[in-house]
């Protein structure tokens, strides 16, 4: 994993609009779930993801046949389920889409996965293939006319408070000085920062599910803005990647958020 700097530019020099964030012409809706505890995705941001579970190895084969895509869940308490095989899920989901693919030894796989597009799960589908799959609506951003002026202000107010608590050695001042001066929206920078920051993954999920842009960029400053937050930058030699055998959810306030394994 690149060291926090790095991983931070990576995010916000992405173009939103850029043929990656796009869906399919023929997206019908349906996608295929990958559940994991204590990951929220959101659209513009980029997530890392060990895979060698034989059941997503096989959604990960489909995906990279067909459209490079996978929809993140994220897992909720499960510990009263009467059915483990099916545990709860979030309705608010992320859709993402494979960047990057690398086959390793034992029939295991690292992906870079970037956040396409906020979705409400209608139902989950039957199906005969060992993971879960869903019909979803998509949750469109929401921009309201009025606030048009006002946005730029906005912005500035949200960068603002997340250069707070940016830890000195994680070298992205710069990066939010170009923002700052940039085109990027209010949209893609809110959906990075609340992805990158450790809230709670209740507060992420109010967060994902917000479609007003202006309300949801509020939001997030003033989870910010509490102070509970303060971010430890992690050097590379930290940051190896743990391939143990099951899903582990990012360390709070580790800065960047670390490789997911499932």
Do not use: W
């Amino acid at each position: 994993m690149p060291p926090a700097d790095g991983a931070l530019r990576k995010a916000f020099d992405m173009d939103p609009f850029s043929d990656v964030t796009q869906l399919p012409d023929d997206f019908d809706g349906q996608v295929r779930l990958f559940p994991l505890p204590g990951l929220v995705m959101f659209p513009h941001a980029m997530q890392p993801l060990h895979i060698f579970e034989p059941r997503y190895v096989e959604m990960l084969r489909e995906s990279l046949a067909t459209d490079q895509l996978l929809t993140m869940a994220t897992l909720l308490d499960s510990a009263s389920v009467a059915d483990p095989a099916s545990p709860p899920i979030a309705r608010t989901v992320c859709i993402g889409k494979i960047v990057s693919h690398a086959e390793l030894a034992g029939d295991r796989h690292n992906i870079l996965l970037v956040g396409v597009r906020r979705a409400k799960i209608r139902r989950e589908l039957e199906t005969t293939r060992p993971f879960r799959s869903a019909q979803v609506d998509l949750i469109d951003d929401f921009y309201l006319p009025a606030a048009t002026d006002q946005r730029n202000k906005l912005k500035r107010r949200l960068l603002t408070s997340f250069g707070k608590i940016i830890p000195p050695k994680a070298g992205s001042q710069q990066s939010l000085h170009d923002l700052m001066a940039g085109q990027m929206g209010v949209g893609p920078i809110t959906d990075i920062i609340a992805y990158t920051l450790p809230f709670e993954p209740e507060d992420k999920l109010k967060l994902l599910e917000m479609s007003d842009v202006d309300a949801r960029a509020e939001h997030l400053i003033k989870l910010i803005d509490r102070g509970e937050i303060e971010l430890q930058s992690v050097s590379p030699s930290e940051k190896d990647v743990d391939l143990q055998e099951h899903a582990q959810p990012p360390e709070r306030n580790q800065f960047p958020p670390p490789f997911s394994v499932n």
